[in-house]
């Protein structure tokens, strides 16, 4: 079990830099997701972790210790692929006992490793066959079971659930959290599917681009997001974003969206825009979920008139589309009472609107 | 990945081993061609480079004396050059043409499923196993020591080869691709001349490159199918003597340089395919 | 762009044959493959049946009857009878076995080594590659007469060995076979280089890093996953390497000519002295015939082996 130190990091490839000056700790024993879009540098991050790669800046540490000098083979790091990279030539036994085998371990404790392994992954009924027979399924388990084996300091995970169908997903997803309290391993896993790394994980972070954009537990970051990139990211559907520029008109602060639509400003999220005096423009962020319909509950909340666009059904729920002049707002028809065409009334309660600088991207009111 | 320097040192020596063992031979023939005679044995002192270098050697063979050299030769390179030359490029247009279009046509009409293999037999048996029938129906046919009586050897010897190797090019081209044009009204040979051959031209020339370097390689078959007129390089060189005998070593040299060259040059342009080609579409690179 | 589906506009539209065939798949078919079966026919099945013919006959070309007329010579089996008494074939088989079981597998073992040094990439990697693959790209006659050079009593190696030049390598009655193996070796390694090294670099290189992370040795890894999964790109290159040994010619040709006496004489070697030297050409069919035969029943052992382990 080891800490994670990870300073300064950048990785260049020729021209292009995968990912710069990242920073994270993570504690002994901390289930981490590295969460963002594909080719946000997740997977180099990882793998220069793992020794896979050289990092160009900064460095790694490991309890205190820089291995960058140390053979991959002394490491002792679990890593998971994300096609798993079974030995197909060899049968689920020897895959298993690789790890021990190549540390000439004897026989009989290999034997026993091995059954007791495979009896955890629940694998044990293929030890005799040919790793390449597997389904997708039990490859993962195996996949899993030969790193966890040896025993490893850490153990990384290269987005190992996006293989398997949807309920096998979830039934491993809970396995993986109960493995990782079992072993007590440092788990670093990477995903581009944010319900898994919310699920899962004690801390994520989030990348895009190379770089780090936050760090944090999961309710955290979805309820304070640092910034614009974040607040977007997460949540399902996404937090609406609009942009326009700040406007003072009659005492009253508005934001002027780019296709006609006005937000008036009030409330927290007033103070909000008005936190930095430099700021001019900026976004305005509204979950789906925390747009409502019906009687006004607060003073402090927004009204705003628009046309229902589209209804989309998910499962139970309701998803509306409400078009304000060119602007689309995305909500929740909860009542099931809306149709389209129609024209509503709409809240935006201004406790849970966020403020996002048009530039930067940060959040703004945030000490 | 970290690689050791030590490691990284012991790799190095033996790269430059192997490359010093490769390379000890080729450095010895052309340090030899520009040898004048009484290097070329150590009765005079044998180095590395020579102590006068020269062009006499090549004088020699192109044009049939050189100054220095009281011995003369009958016939100068430039009649086997250009033997080698016409039975390579004949024998290749012979093996590429009857190849790509067997091999097309067995690969997209399922025809002569039995062509692949007994091609591949054709590379099975030593020559001189099955060329006595040959030498007699060719001195019958009139065909000994003419340009296309080895050239046609040549093709026949060489379309395995051909014939494999369009197969594994023909194998990339997805047939969706043959399927649209069919659809859109392409009759087959529209097909096969309009849309596949253009994808498969660097292939075409990887396989005419490949086959060419084979035919100009050869020595038995120029051996048994030639005697004066249409004697190829590499015969040439082996049997050169002088008007008045001789050792000849330099001149001899100087001809394995220049027969050489071709197919190492043609050979490192193809060196991306050369794995296909040799191993008849087993493997690739 | 054209649209190349149309037929150009000034073709009549043509109702002839070839018409036909172009909109006839298989008419196409049989067009396309119709050059390659008249040059078999023509070059290899017609020839087998004369071959056939000749060798039940004593006919040589020094007869002075033309070879249609052998039947006034037949000879029924006794040119088949002979081979097997005939030391010199035995002798030529012998020492073309030899040359195989030696060279072969030296060759297999320096590629092998060479493609480890080569699987990872290294500084000039790329030039080295080019370098180490000439030999195989050299004229076997040019390689013969380059080891012809080497070999000379007054030659280069003597002289880098530090011995006299009276130590006779060519000439030598055992050092004969030697210089011919090594000049093999020379030639081929590269090819058994480029074979293996294509089925090295074939190995998934995830399963290698997943074994490295397992804690696996450069070594350990590269006999329990790199050589395991190298299986059969080992044997397509030992089969190759092997039936281009069995004919070999020009090398040992213009290196010895089959000398001192017969030390060299491989099968081939016999076969174009048979040939040219002494003009038993009906004899030279019977053997041809013979190791056609032989071969024949080899190759299909051994394709029936490989299709029944594909399963």
């Known amino acids: 079990m080891s800490s994670i130190q990870i300073n300064n990091v950048t990785k260049r490839f020729g021209d292009f830099t995968a990912v710069e000056d990242l920073s994270l700790d993570i504690e002994e024993g901390e289930f981490v997701a590295l969460l963002g879009p594909s080719g946000c540098g997740k997977t180099t991050t990882m793998n220069m972790i793992a020794g896979i790669e050289d990092i160009s800046e900064g460095s790694i540490l490991f309890d205190g210790q820089d291995l960058s000098s140390t053979r991959i083979q002394d490491r002792n790091i679990g890593f998971v692929f994300q096609n798993y990279a079974i030995f197909t030539h060899l049968s689920v036994y020897r895959n298993l006992s690789y790890g021990l085998e190549v540390k000439k371990i004897n026989k009989s404790e290999v034997d026993s490793r091995v059954r007791a392994m495979a009896d955890r992954m629940s694998i044990t009924h293929r030890l005799e066959q040919p790793a390449s027979s597997l389904s997708v399924n039990e490859m993962q388990k195996l996949a899993i079971g030969r790193s966890a084996i040896v025993e490893p300091r850490i153990f990384l995970l290269d987005e190992p659930l996006s293989n398997l169908d949807a309920g096998f997903r979830a039934y491993m997803r809970a396995e993986l959290k109960v493995l990782q309290h079992e072993f007590g391993q440092t788990m670093i896993y990477v995903t581009h599917d944010q319900i898994e790394a919310m699920s899962l994980a004690d801390k994520i972070a989030i990348i895009d681009q190379g770089k780090l954009m936050q760090y944090g537990s999961p309710l955290d970051i979805y309820n304070s997001p640092d910034n614009r990139f974040v607040a977007n990211f997460i949540g399902s559907p996404g937090m609406n974003l609009i942009d326009g520029k700040l406007r003072e008109e009659k005492s009253q602060l508005k934001l002027m969206v780019h296709g006609g639509a006005e937000i008036p400003l009030k409330g927290q999220v007033k103070s909000n825009f008005t936190s930095d005096g430099s700021v001019h423009s900026g976004s305005f962020g509204i979950r789906p979920q925390d747009i409502y319909f019906g009687d006004k509950r607060s003073s402090n909340d927004i009204e705003m008139k628009g046309i229902v666009d589209v209804l989309e059904r998910v499962g139970p729920k309701r998803i509306v589309h409400l078009q304000v002049s060119e602007t689309n707002f995305i909500a929740f028809d909860d009542q099931d009472q809306l149709k389209l065409g129609e024209k509503v009334s709409f809240f935006l309660p201004s406790e849970k609107s966020m403020a996002f600088d048009e530039v930067s991207g940060r959040r703004l009111g945030v000490i | 990945m970290k690689v050791s320097p030590s490691s990284l040192v012991l790799k190095y020596f033996f790269v430059l081993f192997a490359s010093a063992i490769v390379l000890y031979p080729l450095i010895w023939m052309v340090t030899m061609a520009f040898k004048p005679y009484p290097e070329w044995t150590t009765v005079a002192g044998l180095t590395w480079l020579p102590k006068n270098p020269t062009w006499q050697n090549f004088e020699f063979i192109f044009f049939g004396e050189a100054k220095g050299l009281v011995v003369s030769l009958d016939r100068t390179i430039t009649g086997p050059f250009i033997a080698s030359l016409v039975t390579s490029i004949c024998g290749t247009i012979i093996a590429v043409v009857a190849g790509t279009l067997s091999s097309y046509a067995c690969v997209r009409f399922g025809l002569a499923k039995t062509l692949p293999l007994s091609v591949l037999q054709l590379r099975l048996f030593p020559p001189l196993a099955v060329m006595i029938p040959v030498m007699v129906m060719w001195a019958f046919l009139g065909a000994v020591d003419t340009w296309w009586g080895l050239s046609l050897i040549y093709g026949i010897v060489t379309l395995p080869f051909a014939f494999w190797l369009m197969k594994t090019f023909f194998d990339e081209v997805p047939i969706e691709i043959e399927d649209a044009a069919r659809v859109a009204g392409c009759s087959y040979w529209r097909v096969f001349y309009r849309i596949t051959l253009p994808i498969v031209k660097p292939g075409l020339a990887t396989c005419a490159l490949f086959v060419f370097i084979l035919n100009w390689s050869d020595y038995l078959l120029a051996l048994l199918l030639t005697q004066k007129d249409w004697v190829t390089l590499p015969v040439y060189m082996a049997t050169l003597t002088s008007a008045m005998g001789g050792q000849m070593y330099g001149m001899k040299a100087a001809l394995g340089v220049i027969a050489a060259i071709p197919p190492v040059v043609f050979g490192l342009m193809i060196q991306k395919h050369l794995v296909r080609g040799l191993t008849f579409g087993a493997l690739k690179q | ?311």
């Open chain 3, 1 to 311: 762009m054209t649209d190349i589906t149309k037929e150009p506009e000034n073709s009549t539209n043509k109702q002839g044959y070839w018409a036909s065939v172009a909109r006839d798949g298989k008419k196409m078919g049989f067009w396309f493959i119709l050059p390659t079966i008249i040059l078999l026919l023509f070059i290899v099945i017609f020839p087998l049946f004369m071959q056939l013919y000749l060798s039940v006959t004593w006919w040589t070309p020094l007869e002075g009857i033309p070879w249609y007329r052998a039947w006034e010579v037949f000879s029924w089996g006794d040119n088949y009878v002979y081979q097997f008494t005939d030391e010199r074939v035995w002798g030529a088989l012998w020492r073309t076995i030899l040359i195989m079981v030696v060279a072969v597998p030296a060759q297999f073992f320096l590629g092998m080594s060479l493609a480890y040094l080569f699987m990872d990439n290294f500084p000039g990697r790329k030039i080295f590659y080019s370098i180490m693959l000439t030999p195989m790209m050299i004229v076997p006659a040019v390689v013969g007469l380059m080891f012809y050079l080497l070999f000379q009593g007054t030659g280069p190696i003597n002289v880098h060995l530090g011995l006299p030049t009276t130590f006779s390598w060519l000439t030598d009655v055992n050092r004969a076979m030697i210089s011919v193996i090594i000049a093999d070796v020379w030639q081929w390694t590269p090819l058994m280089f480029l074979i293996l090294l294509a089925g090295m670099l074939g190995v998934p290189s995830d399963q290698l890093m997943a074994a490295k992370l397992l804690g696996g040795s450069n070594w350990q890894n590269f006999l329990k996953i790199i050589l395991p999964r190298m299986k059969a790109v080992i044997i397509i290159a030992l089969v190759l390497r092997a039936v281009e040994c069995f004919k070999i010619f020009d090398l040992v040709y213009i290196m010895t000519k089959g000398g001192p006496g017969v030390q060299t004489e491989t099968i081939s070697v016999f076969l174009y002295k048979m040939t040219f030297g002494e003009f038993e050409w009906s004899y030279v069919a019977a053997l041809g015939l013979t190791i056609l035969f032989v071969l024949s029943i080899l190759a299909a052992k051994g394709l029936a082996y490989i299709a029944k382990k594909d399963g």
